[in-house]
């Protein structure tokens, strides 16, 4: 079997931390109120992206307990994503957190039934220029994270389909999630070779019940059903640079 | 194959909580006092719902290892789940316990087997609406919580099955529980692209033996013997918040 | 597939602690002292049960490093169970310790093979209440616990075997178990709906030689062998309670 | 299908610690010293085996991150192990250590194949005596340990096999091993009903270059190719009690 | 089924290490650069591998919550691996660290097809004795580590296969690999007997992109599709031993 063509654009990181309440409840207030008006100087730099030519970068409040904040960074460089990192890591903020998950992966769009060697004519049209350094839109106020294998278990094994039929699963899979066109939109990561998972999904929408709508429809396709395998769930909510104060009273 | 239609209600939080013991032991009994008022105060509001407009609050004494309390929170929107929990983390109670475990979900009702677009036309009716945002009965005393999947393994694949034998199984299901009405109330909740497993079941009853006997009774169903995968499970003891500052001598 | 009917007694309490031995061990001496006091007070006053109107509750060092006490304790309710482990949690000495396992389940005697409804008439006889409400023997020093559960995979799923078969099945195991009558004695507690595994196993005898022996032998019954799934292993040594001070020196 | 005939020599603890640095880093020069001269004097007394009428007791350095010294003991009675994990869990050394890992077990000899009856008629022959109470030699510098289960999983059911083909599956892979003799010796040990594995294999060599060769080799034996699970490699260096100060400088 | 004969080279240590960043924070400035400095002079040793008559060492900043630093070592003698670590566990700096993860194995080189017997014959040609003592080149930044084993799943057993039809899998698997020369460099270390999964793998280049991209086409090939289960993925970026006192800021 041939692996499909694909087209990588931005690297990702999904920062996760949470917030040590022990250490932290232990601080005097005015070191408190020195360390959120550190670390949000630095997320408001991470999101006007001053470190780097392009990318994006935004902050979630997570809910549930596994994690309290994430940082998604999208860079053109993994080295940038690393400084991005360790700039946060040296803020007095972080060292009252730990760090329950990270995720490594690189934006991915993946050329399923096209004939080889087509990629490269199609790289710089806008659309999948568009695709490969997307947007955040600011008005999504919710974000949903998880990561993803294909399963090679038996007869259910994924990476032993033939490349037709991978596509026309892929394909569907696809005309499921055009359903969700304007309430949901997605980033889609590849991560073989740069984290645990195969791939990481990234959805962003104003209302999270379209989450649960969209992964739920998603799991009775065939892909899903019979091929997919699921890591964590990560839900959470827009926070503006600005709000970290109020965020950590 | 096709989802079922579903109708979802309140969003639901489980928010579970385990008391450092060591740091608790060493804060003084007047600090104690303080910070077992404070939370007491916060969980009296949260019963009240004074923070929607709409919705149900409930804690619940936790029994074993695995957690000291939870809160269940029944709201219409997923931000003010946040909103709560976040009202909680900020507490000083809260900042000598950990966070063993959460679950974020939404009430939801399948409707297998019924004619597609019909959702609708009964998602006004005063029996759906009841469901889909229930009463949690003061004289339950005991509550288990459990997360669970369909499983998708080889020829055991829910997600596989056709509609019409998903339904009937579903049915049959049904039926066993009917034969606990009066005795076990619950909540089922969804919680795909929400959390890790794809579905929440919350059991309310005055005798936790029949925790024992409905989920027995059950697992010979061939819906749960065949396709169910169970998380952990979790059971407690309503604890009104004006016994709080008992339950932390 | 219909359940076996099952007749249930004491509810069952398995409370491991493991003692923080570097916060222990900057206690006062004198501290040390009083807080085993404590503990060994609240232990003999559960083994003799005054908290209820009847039970059992023993007392085992854990042998390894999963635990190092672990508190059996049975009663007719589950709230004297909780009271119990929550009076332990406000003794000066279980805030030097964490719990790293509990399990909660409840007596049960299971009817396979026997008519429907014929449990009722032989419950009030003598030797049925006494396994419902057993006696713990003071001679057996040790202690094996563990949870299982029955397999629902593929062509090995208990759940769906014919009822004549699984009762067949388990005639054969009993049987196995028999020619230890006299060396190892064992109490069969249920937990789905209560805990994560749906049975626990706690093995009595004055030679831990024996466990090994008849586990081993009845991992080659088909009921074990194509069924079961087991859970950790916990081995101890029967700790009264005024041997408390010398055991935490 | 019956189990094969075993015998069973000393019980086993392999009992792992790792050092706390944090907390180690903070006691004063004059109070390690003291602690590392105690926990000395507790192993030479172990290895003396002053405690019991027999047994062997070694001490190794553990290699790579899962724990730092493993104990391995061996003495006729499993409360003479637990006396000896309490007697070091009171030093002031283990307050500064957590114990990641123990296990355990029992000497076991398996007699598949062997006529039924006959284990007790050569039980007390010279050979099988020393291996049922085997030398632990000082000449090998390197120790392997691993705990592993049979499969029972679909047709890969070692405990449904029949017992000549057991038997032969075992006879073959004994040649494998007698490849390595005078290279590696092995002791094995028995767990069922007494830890989480079903065996523990410890093996010991001057060159740990062998311990791979063996188990690389093994792993292509039916027995091992498919029914084998194997859990976790412990890899360490003989460390005597007189080289503890050092060891921990 | 026999065996593939192996050659082996060097002993390797992937030794990961996790900054606790309260403690850290909480030691003044001055003894932060006493630290480092320390720990520098102790990489930079390694790396000059002045304890050994041959070998290397490198250091990576890891990228993700998985780990802060990885130091791989090669080395004749695992003792010499072992006084590596140890060596590193007495500095200062690591006192303020936890380790996360390592990995035991020694680099291995596999004669899959070849006759029985020629290892020997090879074993001392410059090219054999190249890949069995191998460089890491300077130049490349990146560092992918990843744990591997192969399956024994039911048909999918890749010790159940006959040697032909392993050899000619693994040279499909070589061909892919070989599109990547000078893109990507590679280290096959064994770990069977010496750490819990089957091999490492450890991957060099300048481009982390091409990860991705050998580990996605690689997976594709039937040896992976069907037979690899993959552990961890850990991603670091070159640090040289004068980098570091700016690393830990």
């Known amino acids: 079997m041939s692996a499909p063509e694909t087209l990588e654009g931005w690297f990702s990181l999904h920062d996760l931390r949470r917030l040590d309440r022990i250490a932290w409840g232990q601080v005097p207030r ?12 630095l997320l408001a730099e991470a999101e006007a992206v001053h470190d780097a030519s392009a990318g994006r970068s935004v902050t979630y409040s997570m809910i549930g307990h596994k994690a309290d ?6 860079r053109p460089d993994l080295s940038q ?12 903020l972080a060292s009252f957190m730990s760090r329950p998950y990270s995720y490594v992966s690189v934006i991915e769009i993946s050329r399923h039934g ?7 004519a199609i ?11 997307p947007e955040i839109p600011d008005h999504d106020a919710y974000v949903c994270f998880y990561p993803m294998s294909k399963k090679r278990d038996g007869d259910d094994n994924w990476y032993r389909l033939d490349g037709v039929d991978r596509s026309e699963l892929m394909r569907a ?40 709508k969209l992964v739920y429809e ?12 699921f890591g964590p769930f990560y839900v959470g909510r827009r926070l503006a640079p600005d709000q970290l104060a109020e965020w950590a009273r």
């Open 69 to 74: 904040l994430m940082m998604l960074h999208l």
């Open 81 to 92: 994503l690393h400084d991005l990192e360790r700039r946060f890591d040296d803020s007095l």
């Open 218 to 229: 998603m799991r009775f396709d065939e892909v899903s059903a019979r091929y997919a395998d």
């Open 30 to 41: 005015s070191d408190q109120a020195k360390a959120l008006g550190e670390a949000a100087d």
């Open 173 to 212: 899979h696809g005309r499921t999630g055009r359903r969700y066109a304007g309430r949901v939109s997605q980033i889609v990561t590849g991560s073989m070779g740069l984290d645990d998972w195969e791939w990481g999904v990234t959805l962003f929408s104003d209302d999270p019940l379209q989450f649960k």
């Open 123 to 133: 790289e710089d049209t806008p659309y999948v220029q568009s695709r490969l350094h």
């Open 114 to 120: 096209a004939p080889d060697g087509t990629a490269e």
